[in-house]
């Protein structure tokens, strides 16, 4: 119940954070979006370590995974960017949802019992996903080229599954917080050197700044908030829980973007709590 309350954190918190990337990476440089993010990720979780004393050594044995979730991370929020930069939503959002299922794969591997029932209420959680997205306006998107966005969101789902499986065996050597930052860091470098290899843009415009400090603080309390549910029973559960990450971000796309969310895509959303319902007995 911990780790899916963790999960559900963390969807809450990337649902707006992607919101607010298919908001502002219309007018601005993904790479420079993308940077900006990661840094003040960094200082918000920085932060906390220094008000909170939360400090823990890390062993040499928890160095490789360390490195490990970094650039996995690196890799999945790349994809993640170009898929909602590209959009549409309703194609991107399903498809990167699709981590959560790797996630269990990764967790069965290692030893965790995943019975049939709750491989079906995994499968009604993102059947509800699905339907949401799917049902959404595509007046406005379905003539765009879909083959990046499909390509980056699949490769983002793998990613951020090996970046949770890999960050939280590092966790379990020392803590969530020091895990999380330790990540950030090696993510920010691979993507600093990805962007000056490419010669991308690196700074964002001056007017940009404020969107991006909250993304950043955002996805600060995602990452935060995966990396501490392994200190608790089924952490697969935890990146399960967050595949409903696009629900905010479509209601927010329904307030602000006066996008309908008709009658199919509410029972979407029904059918996404009966599963996490059931994952939470």
């Given at each position: 119940m911990i780790s899916l309350a963790f999960g559900l954190v963390a969807a809450a918190c990337w649902g707006v954070h992607d919101f607010c990337i298919r908001f502002i990476s219309q007018n601005a440089p993904v790479s420079a979006c993308l940077f900006a993010v990661m840094v003040f990720g960094l200082l918000f979780q920085t932060g906390i370590l220094l008000a909170t004393g939360s400090y823990a050594s890390i062993p040499s044995a928890g160095i490789l995974p360390m490195f490990s979730a970094g650039v996995s991370f690196a890799i999945a929020n790349c994809g993640l960017y170009v898929a909602f930069q590209r959009g549409p939503v309703w194609l991107a959002a399903p498809l990167v949802a699709c981590f959560s299922i790797v996630s269990v794969w990764i967790a069965m591997f290692g030893g965790a019992t995943v019975s049939v029932e709750q491989w079906a209420a995994i499968l009604t959680i993102l059947t509800g996903i699905t339907l949401i997205a799917t049902l959404s306006d595509k007046t406005k998107t379905q003539d765009a080229p879909k083959l990046w966005t499909v390509v980056s969101a699949l490769v983002a789902a793998v990613a951020f599954s090996s970046t949770f499986a890999f960050g939280q065996i590092a966790t379990d050597m020392t803590n969530g917080?020091?895990?999380?930052?330790?990540?950030?860091?090696?993510?920010?470098?691979?993507?600093?050197?990805?962007?000056?290899?490419?010669?991308?843009?690196?700074?964002?415009?001056?007017?940009?700044?404020?969107?991006?400090?909250?993304?950043?603080?955002?996805?600060?309390?995602?990452?935060?908030?995966?990396?501490?549910?392994?200190?608790?029973?089924?952490?697969?559960?935890?990146?399960?829980?967050?595949?409903?990450?696009?629900?905010?971000?479509?209601?927010?796309?329904?307030?602000?973007?006066?996008?309908?969310?008709?009658?199919?895509?509410?029972?979407?959303?029904?059918?996404?709590?009966?599963?996490?319902?059931?994952?939470?007995?």
């Open positions: 917080l020091v895990s999380a930052i330790a990540m950030r860091i090696v993510a920010i470098g691979v993507i600093l050197a990805g962007i000056l290899a490419l010669r991308l843009t690196l700074w964002p415009k001056s007017g940009t700044w404020g969107i991006l400090a909250i993304m950043g603080l955002l996805d600060g309390i995602a990452i935060l908030s995966i990396m501490s549910a392994a200190n608790y029973p089924h952490p697969e559960y935890a990146a399960v829980a967050t595949a409903i990450y696009g629900l905010p971000t479509i209601w927010l796309a329904s307030f602000f973007l006066k996008e309908r969310i008709n009658l199919k895509q509410w029972g979407g959303c029904f059918i996404v709590f009966i599963g996490i319902g059931y994952l939470a007995l």
